[in-house]
């Protein structure tokens, strides 16, 4: 049984951080891409950052210098620090795990940016 849990999320100002975490069990997330994923209401699911088996990492050009992915392999968990929050950040944050066909979702958890 294959699960990823995300938590952190909530209501803050902006100027604000929260961090992210997604905590996967039933699998070995080290042999794993590991994204952070959002969907704002009417948008599609758009991809925010990622980080690699090897430990690359890419972001959104909306988030650079704000946002940064991490993950902690002993704990099979991945992190999203998420600094001077905006209103447009406001959005339910998915995790993703893939590897190759397999693909893995969490249900989600809201992040809401407002003053």
């Known amino acids: 049984q294959v699960q990823l849990v995300e938590s952190g999320g909530g209501l803050v100002q902006p100027g604000g951080s929260l961090r992210l975490s997604c905590a996967a069990s039933?699998?070995?997330?080290?042999?794993?891409?590991m994204a952070w994923y959002r969907q704002a209401p009417g948008k599609q699911r758009d991809l925010v950052a990622l980080?690699?088996?090897?430990?690359?990492?890419n972001y959104a050009d909306s988030v650079k210098g704000r946002f940064t992915i991490s993950r902690d392999s002993a704990k099979n968990t991945v992190y999203l620090q998420m600094n001077n929050l905006k209103p447009e950040d406001t959005a339910v944050y998915y995790c993703n795990a893939d590897r190759r066909l397999s693909t893995y979702w969490g249900q989600g958890t809201q992040v809401t940016v407002s003053s």
């Open positions: 980080i690699g088996s090897s430990g690359i990492t």
């Open positions: 039933g699998i070995d997330f080290r042999f794993y891409t």
